[in-house]
C-alpha cells in the first residue's frame, strides 16, 4: 500500500519535502494578473472539457495526463512532454499555498490564522513563507483555543474580511464544533442574510501513519449534517489548488478536508490560473460496468484496484465526489444511470458517515436505475488503533475494493 | 428567541443563544479593525455565568496577545437563572480574570448611569489608541426573571428583590439626579411614558398586520443562493402543504422563491 505513493514521508510532516519549493519561481508564478474577469480563467469541468474554446479532446486528454501522474509512482513522461501547455510541477501542499498566496495577492480581505501558521509555515509547510511575505497580522499565529480562532475568524469574517481558519489537524476542530455550527453555519440564516460568513476552514484530517486514534478523525462525517456550510474534500495539487481557491471565492462558509498522507503528491499543473467548482464531482476515470464513488486518499486504493479490475477485464467507472456538501448529484445520477451498480469506498466509518449519507441519497433519487443494492466499504466503527498492522485493517484496501466489485458484477 | 435580533446598518452582531461565543467573534472583529487601522472599537457583552464559558478565557487571552481593542464588558448581575455568582465562580467577581490575562480592567457599579458612561469613554479611548483590550465588569442586580417562563422567587427571596428594585434602581438614581438638576420632572415623565407606550402600540400594530413570511423564506439566506438540494426540499414542502392545507396554518403564504 505504501508503495502506491511516490515520495510519501511521516505523516507529522514537520520536514521540509524533498523539493523545496523555488522561492522565486513561486513569486513568479503568482504576479499573473488578473483582469476579474472570467474569461481570464480557466475552469475544468469534471468530464475534462475546458469551457474555453479550445478544442474539448484536447482537454480531456489534458485532465487524464493530470489525473494519471497523480495517481502513478512514476510520472508518464511521454504524456506530460506532450502536454501543450508544459505547467509546472509541484506537491499537492505547495498546490494549497499556491492557491492560498494567488488568493491573498489578489484580495487583500484574505487572511490565514491558526496555530504555529505565521513564521513556522504551518505543521504541513502549507502557509511556508506566507508571514514573511504577507506580514504576522495577515498570516496569525494563535494562542492554543480551536473554538477562539474560529470564533475569532467567523467575527472577522461578518465585519468584512475573508479569513482561512487551519485546524492543525481536522480532530481539532471538535473543540470549535460550537462555533462552526451554532454560528458559522447559522448566522448568515438568523442575521436576515445581513452578515454573510465567507471563512474558509482546512486542515489535515483521515488516518495517517500511526497518529493514534484521536489524531485520525473524519470530520466530515460530524460536521455533514450542519446547516449554511459546503464541505469540499481535496485529492490531487491540481483540485487541491483549484478547490482552495474557490472557497476563499466563495461567499459561504466552505470546509476544505484535506488528508495527511496526500500532501507530498506530486503533479503537473496548469500555468494558469484556475479555479474548481466547489460543488462538482470530478470525473477520474470513465467507465461501464460500475461505478466506484469515492473521495480523498481512499480515491488511490480505488485508482490501484482499477488497474487490477481492468486487468481482470472490468471497466469501472471511477468519479471523485469532491463536493461533500452538497453532493454532486447530477454527475453521480448520469454514471449510475449508465452503469446499474454502485460502490462507495471512503474513509469515513461504517455508522453515519459520508456514505451512509450517500448510499440514501442514491436510493432515494435513483433506485430505479439500481441493478444491485449499493455497496458502501468503509472503516469499521473503531478508534484508529495506534498498532499499525491493526490500522492497516481498518482501512479500506484495494484486495477489498476487487472483491467488492467483482461480486457486484456478477 | 425575540431579543436575538442584529443589524449589519448599525455595527450590531447578530445575537446567538450560544453563551460567550460572541467573544471571540468581537476579537475577530477587533482584528479586522485593526487591520484596517479604523478608529473604532469593539464592545462585546456578556454575564456572570458567560465567564464561566471556555469561550471567555479565549477570547480575553486572544485579545491580550492580539493587543486588540475590544472593550469586553460582563454585566455581573449577580444570577445565571437560578445559579448565583457564588456558585459561578470563587473569585473575587470577573474583573480579576481580566488582570490574569494582562487585560486592563475595572469594576464599575453597574446600576450608575453616570459612573458607566465615564467608564466606558475611557475605556474606549484607551482601547482605540493604545490598541489594547479592556475589561469592564459592571456590578448590577438582575431584578426581574431570567425570562417569562421563569419564577425567580424560587430561588431567592422576595426582600432581596424588593431591595435592589427599591434602594439601587439605576432608572431611579438617574432620575433623581436628573431632576435635582432641573432637566426633569413628572409631567415630561409622563408625556415620554405616554408617547413610547403610542409609538409601541403603533408599532405592535403595523407588525400585525404585516404578511407571515412564506414557506420560502424557510430556505432562504441557508447560502447565499439557494442550492439544487434545498430547492428539492422547498418543492417537497409545498407539495405537501398545498395537498394537506388543514394540516398547516392559513396565514403561512406558499409561494415560491423566486428563481433569480
Avoid at chain 1, 52 to 79: C, E, F, H, M, P
Avoid at chain 1, 95 to 119: F, I, P, Q, S, T
Wanted: charged fraction near 20%.
Amino acid at each position: 500500500m505504501a508503495t502506491v505513493f511516490q515520495g510519501l514521508g511521516a505523516t507529522a510532516a514537520i520536514t521540509a519535502a524533498a523539493n523545496p519549493l523555488d522561492s522565486n519561481k513561486f513569486l513568479l508564478s503568482s504576479r499573473r494578473s488578473f483582469s476579474g474577469k472570467k474569461t481570464s480563467l480557466v475552469v475544468v469541468r469534471s468530464d475534462g472539457s475546458l469551457n474555453l474554446n479550445t478544442g474539448s479532446s484536447a482537454g480531456a486528454r489534458r485532465l487524464d495526463q493530470l489525473v494519471t501522474n497523480a495517481v502513478a509512482t512514476k510520472a508518464d513522461a511521454a504524456a506530460a512532454a506532450s502536454a501543450s501547455k508544459p505547467g509546472h510541477e509541484l506537491l499537492l501542499y505547495e498546490a494549497l499555498r499556491e492557491g492560498l498566496e494567488e488568493e491573498m495577492d489578489r484580495d487583500n480581505r484574505v487572511c490565514v490564522m491558526g496555530e504555529d501558521v505565521g513564521h513556522y509555515g504551518g505543521s504541513y509547510k502549507v502557509t511556508r513563507g506566507l508571514a514573511d511575505k504577507f506580514g504576522d497580522l495577515r498570516v496569525l499565529d494563535t494562542p492554543i483555543a480551536e473554538n477562539a480562532f474560529t470564533g475569532m475568524g467567523i467575527g472577522a469574517a461578518m465585519t468584512g474580511l475573508r479569513p482561512i481558519v487551519e485546524g492543525m489537524n481536522m480532530g481539532f476542530l471538535l473543540l470549535a464544533f460550537n462555533q462552526i455550527s451554532n454560528n458559522c453555519g447559522m448566522l448568515h440564516y438568523t442575521s436576515g442574510g445581513q452578515f454573510t460568513i465567507p471563512i474558509v476552514i482546512r486542515g489535515p484530517g483521515g488516518v495517517g501513519r500511526q497518529l493514534g486514534a484521536e489524531h485520525s478523525q473524519r470530520l466530515e462525517s460530524y460536521f455533514q449534517s450542519i446547516p449554511g456550510i459546503q464541505m469540499v474534500a481535496c485529492s490531487t495539487p491540481y483540485n487541491a489548488k483549484g478547490l482552495m481557491k474557490a472557497a476563499i471565492r466563495s461567499e459561504n462558509p466552505v470546509i476544505l478536508f484535506e488528508h495527511v498522507l496526500l500532501y507530498n503528491l506530486k503533479e503537473r499543473i496548469p500555468d494558469e490560473e484556475y479555479i474548481c467548482n466547489l460543488e462538482e464531482a470530478e470525473m477520474v476515470r470513465p467507465g461501464e460496468h460500475i461505478t466506484i464513488l469515492t473521495y480523498s486518499r481512499m480515491r488511490y486504493h480505488v485508482m490501484q484496484a482499477a488497474k487490477t479490475l481492468v486487468n481482470k477485464g472490468y471497466d469501472p467507472e471511477v468519479i471523485d465526489i469532491r463536493s461533500l456538501k452538497p453532493f454532486d448529484l447530477h454527475t453521480i445520477g448520469n454514471s449510475v444511470k449508465k452503469t446499474h451498480r454502485v460502490l462507495i469506498v471512503e474513509e469515513c466509518m461504517r455508522t453515519g458517515g459520508i456514505g451512509a449519507s450517500l448510499t440514501a441519497a442514491i436510493n432515494e433519487n435513483f433506485i430505479d436505475y439500481l441493478d444491485a443494492p449499493i455497496v458502501c466499504l468503509s472503516s469499521q466503527d473503531v478508534p484508529t488503533p495506534y498498532a499499525g498492522t491493526l490500522e492497516e485493517f481498518t482501512i479500506v484496501q484495494p484486495a477489498q475494493i476487487v472483491t467488492a466489485v467483482e461480486q457486484l458484477c456478477q | 428567541m425575540p431579543v436575538h435580533y442584529g443589524s449589519k446598518k448599525l455595527n450590531y452582531f447578530t445575537v446567538a443563544s450560544t453563551i460567550a461565543s460572541q467573544l471571540p467573534h468581537a476579537v475577530g472583529a477587533a482584528y479586522s479593525l485593526k487591520m484596517d487601522g479604523k478608529d473604532a472599537c469593539v464592545v462585546g457583552y456578556f454575564g456572570d455565568g458567560g465567564s464561566s464559558e471556555g469561550d471567555f478565557h479565549a477570547a480575553l487571552n486572544f485579545a491580550a496577545v492580539l493587543e486588540a481593542p475590544v472593550i469586553f464588558l460582563c454585566r455581573n448581575n449577580g444570577w445565571a437563572i437560578s445559579t448565583p455568582a457564588s456558585d459561578q465562580f470563587r473569585s473575587d467577581g470577573v474583573v480579576v480574570k481580566g488582570q490574569a490575562y494582562g487585560v486592563r480592567s475595572i469594576r464599575v457599579d453597574g446600576n450608575d448611569a453616570l459612573a458607566m458612561y465615564s467608564a466606558v469613554r475611557s475605556a474606549r479611548e484607551m482601547a482605540i489608541t493604545e490598541q489594547k483590550p479592556i475589561l469592564i465588569e459592571a456590578v448590577t442586580y438582575r431584578v426581574g426573571h431570567h425570562t417569562t417562563s421563569d419564577d425567580s422567587t424560587r430561588y431567592r427571596p422576595l426582600e432581596e428583590i424588593e431591595w435592589w428594585q427599591m434602594a439601587r434602581n439605576p432608572l431611579t438614581l438617574y432620575r433623581k439626579w436628573l431632576e435635582s438638576n432641573g432637566w426633569w420632572n413628572d409631567e415630561a415623565e409622563a408625556e415620554l411614558r405616554s408617547n413610547s407606550r403610542k409609538e409601541l402600540l403603533k408599532a405592535i400594530q403595523v407588525a400585525e398586520k404585516i404578511e407571515k413570511p412564506p414557506v420560502g423564506d424557510m430556505f432562504t439566506d441557508v447560502y447565499d443562493a439557494v442550492p439544487s438540494n434545498l430547492f428539492e426540499q422547498e418543492k417537497l414542502l409545498q407539495q405537501t402543504v398545498t395537498r394537506y392545507p388543514q394540516d398547516y396554518p392559513s396565514d403561512v403564504p406558499v409561494r415560491a422563491v423566486p428563481s433569480s
